[in-house]
């Protein structure tokens, strides 16, 4: 059973550097895409970015500008840094595991992390 | 970018009745590639359906995706308590790629 769980601060202040770590168990970050996804409260969801650990990655052009993953794959980790963050960033972050044919649909998740970005 | 929208906003309905969910794509979806999930309060999404009509593992046969195009629906047969939540469509771009969700319906129990 494959399971992610994201872990890093909850706070963050203005302008700094948010940065996320996903660690997967029951499967290799090397096999598959992998995703961060965010929510801000009570809102919908809002995909961030993916990569293939062999590959690129590949991200939402609306933070395109901000974002970078990197990937351990000796921790079987990922990781997510978004720069320059505002309020507006504020959300629960979750990874994800893509499948499929095109690796097109969000098979699993993890529980998702709340970052609040607040001096 | 396509753009999805889901209608209604918000669904009232009681338990054993029939749900039916719409999702409109502003373009043409790559190869049907539509997905829905289910997310309840205070926890991640779940995958209910893909490929617009194939149900994921463990999902029961009252969970049903049906369309192709610009227009898809999810249908929940005979509502039960759990299926109170609210469900996204998402879908796959390949060229830009891109993946985008709907804005999400909100099933209320009435």
């Known amino acids: 059973q494959v399971q992610l769980q994201e872990s890093g601060p909850g706070l963050v202040k203005p302008s700094e550097t948010l940065s996320l770590t996903c660690t997967v168990s029951?499967?290799?970050?090397?096999?598959?895409?992998w995703s961060w996804i965010r929510q801000p409260p009570g809102k919908g969801l809002e995909w961030i970015a993916y990569?293939?650990?062999?590959?690129?990655?590949t991200s939402n052009p609306s933070l395109e500008s901000r974002v970078t993953i990197s990937a351990d794959a000796s921790k079987n980790q990922f990781s997510l840094q978004l720069t320059s963050v505002t309020a507006a960033d504020t959300a629960v972050y979750y990874c994800a595991r893509q499948d499929g044919y095109d690796y097109e649909r969000f098979d699993y998740w993890g529980q998702g992390t709340l970052v609040t970005v607040s001096s | 970018e396509i753009v999805l929208t889901q209608s209604p906003g918000t669904l009232s309905l009681s338990p054993g009745e029939t749900a039916t969910l719409s999702c409109r794509a502003s373009?043409?979806?790559?190869?049907?590639?539509l997905a829905w999930y289910q997310q309840k309060p205070g926890q991640a999404p779940r995958l209910l359906i893909f490929g617009a009509s194939s149900r994921a593992a463990g999902i029961p046969d009252r969970f049903t995706g049906s369309g192709s195009g610009t227009d898809f629906a999810l249908t929940i047969s005979r509502l039960e308590p759990e299926d109170f939540a609210v469900y996204y469509c998402?879908?796959?771009?390949?060229?830009?790629?891109?993946?985008?969700f709907g804005p999400g319906t909100r099933l209320d129990i009435q």
């Open positions: 998402q879908q796959f771009a390949p060229s830009p790629p891109a993946m985008t």
């Open positions: 990569f293939y650990y062999s590959g690129s990655t």
């Open positions: 373009q043409t979806v790559y190869s049907n590639y």
């Open positions: 029951g499967g290799s970050i090397t096999n598959y895409f």
